[in-house]
């Protein structure tokens, strides 16, 4: 029987194949939640999608295998058992009910799951989903069309193994949305560019770096906002569509200035962020190896970051975290007049002295010139000083007081996920969840040093995404933890040689190393820690793992 002949609403098999095809692509769609969610929190780019497929350690893959292989498992039997021959008996279908019941089991587990970022229904998924919706549907057609002319025994059934095609299917979506999307992001773009055109009087500035955008971003909005009217991107929108979204949306004719964080994964993001704002200003915050799995190397690493300065005109201001290596690499590069090397232990322009560190927060003369402000904040590390002077330094540049600054950082609070503290009766909680990065994970363990007299309690997975260097990176994460802290629970096996042989190298006790598969399993075993009213204890939360590598 030829496609065509197939293709008859008069036929029986055809309605039933059709009705069997819509409910499978509605299930292919539920089922590829996770692989849209990857693609998602990848900017929609292919490089970070595939790293993960290829990471033996997500296991979602096997999952779907698994799911396919006892739904066919159950076709099978249930065909064997029944007489599949008789092509209108209702009961030759019965095996596909395993299959729609395995299918819901899983989406539903995948729901419950807990997610870092989790899918956002955006109008472009909606548009993937709608594409694939389409794709599975007449996949399905065809395949139940082959079975019945080929393999009648399966019948139905061999829909069952279409699941295994959606890490195929899912990019394949996405290659074909290409075209639109770019149109459709040109079209939102262009309408930006016209807004922010109609703006000549808006101060704009750009802030990016490996690690500590998004605290220097809320610090400086905060000492701004004491003079001007400021809008800054919310959360992490730091991707084109994610600034278009705030110019648009968000950017009203009262603001003075806009504060605009700049991600970046690969070699050209910045400059793409740079050609659709086009920042007056900048801070670079420091710029180490996170995303080292993308970039490629340190390298390329640094000749995004050094986009931004390479986009700014002439009498911009730009101010560089000279404590990192990298940055100082481009400040010493860099062409600028007014450009701005700020730095905890070398010469700046932009200072502090008399710092006292505790575990309520910094307490700091800050100077400029011949000025002296006394400052007071309850941010916790040696970091956030850092970035309370980067930001410092680019505000009294665009004329707020030292007065108005110390105004500005006595009021900051932690931001959530990012070293933010918690009380709870005898226990401190370091929520630094957020962190991912070498740089950020050390600044912790330097304030887990602050609480004497406490248990000092590490829960982590180490660091992720930095390719090669990973292995050595959570060695020497490990060791230092194991200096630090009276228990480390590592979460998850993907980093747990490479932390425990550097835990090892210290002198903690070996049983108070222990292992967690997920954060709900480490939570438990940090109430078995945890069980004297009398003692104090202190509890960092190092980052959670990406999405991606879980």
């Known amino acids: 029987m030829s496609l065509l002949e197939f293709l008859n609403l008069g036929n029986i098999q055809c309605v039933i194949a059709i009705f069997i095809s ?43 295998a698994l799911l396919s292989f006892l739904s066919f498992a159950c076709v099978w039997v249930t065909n064997s058992l029944f007489d599949v021959y008789n092509s209108d008996a209702l009961y030759s279908y019965f095996g596909l009910v395993f299959y729609i019941y395995f299918s819901m089991v899983f989406w539903v587990n995948v729901n419950k799951a807990p997610q870092k970022t989790p899918l956002v229904q955006t109008r472009r998924m909606s548009r993937m989903m709608t594409a694939m919706f389409l794709i599975c549907f007449a996949l399905t057609f065809i395949l139940i069309w082959l079975a019945t002319v080929y393999t009648p025994f399966l019948r139905f059934g061999i829909i069952v193994f279409t699941p295994l095609l959606l890490p195929l299917i899912v990019p394949l979506v996405h290659y074909l949305l290409i075209p639109l999307e770019s149109l459709i992001r040109l079209r939102y773009i262009i309408k930006a560019k016209k807004k922010l055109a109609k703006r000549p009087d808006l101060i704009k500035i750009g802030i990016t770096g490996s690690y500590g955008k998004t605290s220097v971003k809320y610090i400086l909005n905060k000492m701004l906002g004491e003079k001007f009217n400021v809008c800054m991107t919310p959360h992490s929108f730091n991707t084109p569509m994610g600034l278009t979204k705030v110019v648009l949306k968000y950017l009203k004719p009262e603001n003075n200035i806009l504060i605009a964080e700049m991600g970046a994964k690969q070699v050209g993001d910045i400059d793409y962020l740079c050609k659709l704002i086009n920042p007056h200003h900048a801070i670079l915050t420091g710029i180490g190896n996170q995303h080292y799995e993308t970039f490629g190397s340190v390298e390329n690493i640094l000749k995004t970051k050094n986009e931004l300065v390479l986009a700014m005109p002439e009498n911009a201001n730009i101010v560089f975290n000279c404590d990192s290596e990298n940055c100082c690499i481009l400040y010493k590069n860099c062409k600028q007049k007014n450009k701005f090397a700020i730095s905890l232990t070398k010469k700046s322009c932009v200072s502090a002295e008399n710092v006292k560190l505790s575990t309520n927060g910094i307490e700091f003369d800050l100077v400029f010139g011949e000025q002296k402000q006394s400052c007071k904040t309850s941010l916790l590390g040696e970091h956030n000083l850092l970035n309370i002077l980067m930001s410092a330094c680019l505000a009294i540049k665009l004329g707020v007081s030292l007065n108005q600054i110390a105004n500005a950082v006595a009021e900051l609070e932690p931001i959530s996920h990012r070293l933010e503290p918690i009380e709870n009766g005898n226990v401190t909680v370091l929520d630094d969840a957020y962190s991912s990065n070498e740089v950020g994970a050390n600044m912790a363990i330097q304030v887990l040093k602050l609480y004497k007299n406490h248990t000092k309690i590490c829960v982590t997975p180490g660091i992720v995404e930095l390719g090669k260097q990973e292995n050595q990176v959570n060695q020497t994460l490990g060791k230092t933890l194991g200096e630090v802290c009276d228990f480390v629970i590592i979460v998850n096996k993907i980093n747990e040689q490479s932390l425990k042989s550097g835990i090892e190298k210290t002198k903690i006790k070996p049983e108070n190393i222990l292992f967690a598969e997920n954060l709900e399993q480490a939570k438990q075993k940090l109430q078995t820690i945890i069980t004297q009213t009398n003692k104090k204890y202190v509890v960092l939360f190092g980052n959670d793992l990406p999405d991606n590598y879980t």
């Open 22 to 64: 819509i409910i499978n692509a509605i299930l292919l769609v539920l089922l590829a939640k996770k692989f849209f969610q990857i693609i998602q929190i990848s900017g929609y780019k292919i490089n970070g999608y595939r790293v993960w497929l290829k990471d033996t350690k997500a296991k979602y893959i096997s999952r779907i």
